[in-house]
């Protein structure tokens, strides 16, 4: 069993050996307000450390962080927003593993904490796998985003199930409302929210290592389990009676555009699945938790398959090992290292030990509720696939799918382009 270098969040000393501070280097991609936040945590670590740490922010992080390694120039310390690029720098030999025990303890802190073990341990050049990463800093993506006054006006309840939300669909088709508002165009990237859908329907359909076979394409894109997931996601938006504008609106409606028909009089539709930064295209003034409120999007009861969450965050590497970089990953373990983020804007953690009441926006506790009650989190599916499908053929499949192509069809194609490049 690890013991954290941290034994409190007040008095914290160098580890044992350390004669004296060294200079800890940190690249990561926040710029603006986050990197303010996240200086406001490095600072502290500074602080209580000894140790000299300097922050680095790039908006070309995935690729400025590989000409670094290659030049045998990385940081100390970096923030990779996509595991699948951390993995990647784990078998070419570019991270160091983490301290032993760490894994243990993110499986006892943090909620779903094997999910984040799972995330975090990747090959290495030999092929062996170790705990590479530590998650800090988390977004969620499986919400269901309402207005509560157009809710209490028609008598509508918050499902807590996905047969109960597919029966709410119906019911407001049935009281002559539209249930649902999607949109898929997002300009060169079009069709990407359709395939946030898909992955929360195979995480509500399949288990954990069937999403996670699927991911690596151990399980073929055309299986039958995908195509049933691609299928559950055309219950909802190839029904003309179930979307604002009709079916043959999905693909064409900008994902921006899309959820304000939640607050027209009377409202075009009633729900809106989408991520956590979608207030960001509400009507000047909404009050989120007042005008507009969001829920989980809700699991099978009848699958047995616990509550899972789909999001996705920063995943924190050794790039250039020393003593300071273990010391940060061991402090990244304390409550305070997320309270002082958690105290400003834009964070999210599965760590369990946080007190809840520091958030300093209401909405972001409730978001970390649902994160805190994960039995399984995963991240976003096409981030982790390879770019010519994830963020290539899987969004344009779900436009040919939107507009009323075979999901089978459509299946094969992604699988096919996925060949292509092996």
Sequence with gaps: M????????AAVAL?????????LTVFGPWLGPDQENVEAVLSRFAEISGHDVRYVGSDSFEQQIVIDAEAGSAPNVAAFPQPGLAADFARRGF???????TDDWVRENYAAGQSWVDLGTYAGPDGASNLYGFFYKVDVKSLVWYVPENFEDAGYEIPATMEDLKALTDQIVADGGTPWCIGLGSGGATGWPATDWVEDMMLRTQSPATYDQWVTNELPFNSPEVVAAIDEFGAFARNDAYVAGGAGAVATTDFRDSPKGL?????QCYMHRQ???????FPEGTSVGEDADFFYFPAYAGKDLGSPVLGAGTVWAITNENQAAHDLIAYLETPEAHEIWMARKGFLTPHKGVNSDVFSDPTLRKM??????????????????????GAGSFWTGMVDY??????????????????AIK
Excluded: C, H
């Design 15 to 23: 580890s044992a050996g350390i004669a004296q501070a060294e200079q």
């Design 95 to 101: 991270l160091a593993p983490l301290a032993a025990g």
């Design 263 to 267: 607050f027209s009089s009377p409202p």
């Design 2 to 9: 690890k013991t954290s270098l941290y034994a409190g969040v």
């Design 368 to 389: 970390n509720d649902i994160l805190l009650s994960a039995t399984t989190f995963r991240f976003d599916g096409s981030d982790l696939m390879p770019g010519a499908v």
């Design 275 to 281: 991520a956590s930064f979608i207030p960001a295209f």
């Design 402 to 419: 939107a507009g009323g192509k075979d999901a089978q069809a459509v299946a094969d194609e992604i699988q096919a382009s996925w060949d």
